[in-house]
């Protein structure tokens, strides 16, 4: 009888095992289908990896126990098998992100190829983006303007070729709005699952849409390559950016990725296309720094002119920005100067409520100096909290928060929040950073690349500079000639990135070489076992280095994890 190979969907078993196809299901299965087998005693799903294998010797294989309905053609099953390699995780979270949410058993019948939609006068991205399509070289790397509408690339590549088109954003909200867009240009558009498995012949979607049921691409897009949310936050935490270039690879069809911040090293991996160098400046914001190198400490947090323009009235919201949450989040006695630290754990101790918390082991005690039991502390760092109060009673108007996903967007003239806030809003008369700080100085690696991505963010809501509604993005900060900002006042990200890269170079940092974190009560084994340059960070946490991902996902994937448990982060941006 025929015999496949099937990988189980638990997460906790890599191993494949080989079953029997029996008569009645022999025209149902193949390379992708989600089935059903006995696997110890019990029914587990699981997809079809290999077709027509031959078993080893001297094992009596069960059959298939039913066929549950369509998963991912072969290439993409390939292509999670290679994202499994590379991320150094389990390819069932990655079949599952390429199989729809519901079982699928027959496909629609795909639109007809009827004449190309007519074509609109747009401006130069359409045909910048159509003439950097080419399959013999890297991938193209397209630099626009936060604000630039983005809609004519994505038209541009879609007229210039004959295959199917996959279309990734970094949100869900944006692949729907982009998708409606598309469709009333004329353009067949994917509204799900079967219907970009069927052949519709654009396909727009978020991060997992890197896995979409797509036999062979005829180009690919990514809008906004630099945005962490194309990062997945499970194991295994690939990025989809990657993802997709290398299936452009695999299939030798075009790739683009279009960003106005792109990273270090998307910036080694990719090839240029130029675009004309006005229109990428005037898609960048106003920016306006203000050096609170010399300001009187006892002012406050907020400099006069940010006040000025807080009280001033506009047609969108006044937006601030403060990556703290909470109220306070540092105090030190009044009388003695102690810090307020966690008897148990040593961290410093935050504001909750009437009390102090330890936001690491969750310690909670009264809100008294534990040195010399004085009931007054003084609060030595802010939180988005206290900063809201606080620019409430300097405007005289009320003042909203939006610190995360779960609290709905105030509808205030001014709003004051962490980062999340830039996510939350689709519009904005100004953003201000209250302590831009916090982000250039960050103890990461990539932290002027973020740094200058939230400044795009801003951007985008505020309008490019080109634009005669536009808005003022301000900047509070006590290192006014840092290259970030100096990037994003020239408009040109290239003033920032340049001597990144050059200083990557030299000190041997990604790209130029591969790393991966291990964390866990098994990392100091596991770290050993690889045999690879490496450091401590904490007691259970090390980092591992490689010349490049080669090396280092093939000693991933050669040697075996410990008992304990480990988890591995190849590529870390929190390092």
Known sequence: MRVVRVLPDLAAVARRFDYTVPPELEDQVAVGTRVRVSLHGRRVAGWVVAEDVEPEPGLELK????????????PVVALAEWTAWR?????????????????????????????????????????????SLDTAVRP???????????????????????????????????????????????????????????????????RSAAF???????????????????????????????????????????????????????????????APRDLERGGWPALHVVDRRHADPRSGLYAEELVRAARARYPHPFVVVYNRRGRGRLFACARCGELARCERCGHSVAESGERLACGTCGTERPRVCAACGHGRLKVLRYGVSRVREELEALVGAAVGEVSGPERPVPDTPVVVGTEAVLHRLRRASVVAFLDFDLHLLAPRLAAGEQALGLLARAGRLVGGRASPDAGVVYVQTRLPDHDVLAAATAGDPTRFLGPELEVRRELGLPPFQALAELSGPGAAGYAAALGLEGSALAADRFLVRAADHQVLCDRLAAVERPRERVRVLVDPIGV
Do not use: N
């Not at 059959?63 to 072969?74: R, T």
């Not at 199917?164 to 509204?191: H, I, K, S």
């Not at 935490?237 to 911040?261: G, I, K, W, Y």
């Open 87 to 131: 991320w150094a995780g389990p390819p069932s979270a990655l079949l599952t992100a390429a199989s729809p949410v519901r079982m699928v058993r027959d496909l629609p019948r795909p639109p007809s190829p009827g004449p190309s939609p007519p074509a609109r006068a747009g401006g130069p991205l359409g045909p910048t983006a159509a003439g």
């Open 63 to 74: 059959p298939l126990a039913k066929v549950s309905g369509l998963g991912p053609p072969p």
């Open 140 to 206: 193209g790397l397209l630099g626009v303007g936060p604000a630039t509408d983005l809609i004519d690339v994505v038209v541009g590549v879609c007229r210039s070729t004959a295959g199917p088109v996959l279309v990734l954003v970094p949100a869900l909200g944006w692949a729907e709005r982009l998708r409606a867009r598309l469709t009333r240009r004329g353009f067949a558009v994917a509204g799900s699952w079967a219907e970009a498995a069927a052949g519709w012949p654009v396909v727009v979607g978020a």
């Open 212 to 274: 979409a049921p797509l036999g062979r691409l005829g180009a690919a897009v990514v809008l906004d390559a630099h945005d962490e949310a194309y990062r997945e936050e499970r194991s295994p935490q690939f990025d989809a950016a990657a993802v997709v270039a290398e299936r452009c690879r695999r299939d030798d069809a075009p790739c683009l990725l279009v960003s106005p911040t792109p990273s270090v090293a998307q910036l080694v991996a990719c090839r240029p296309v130029e």
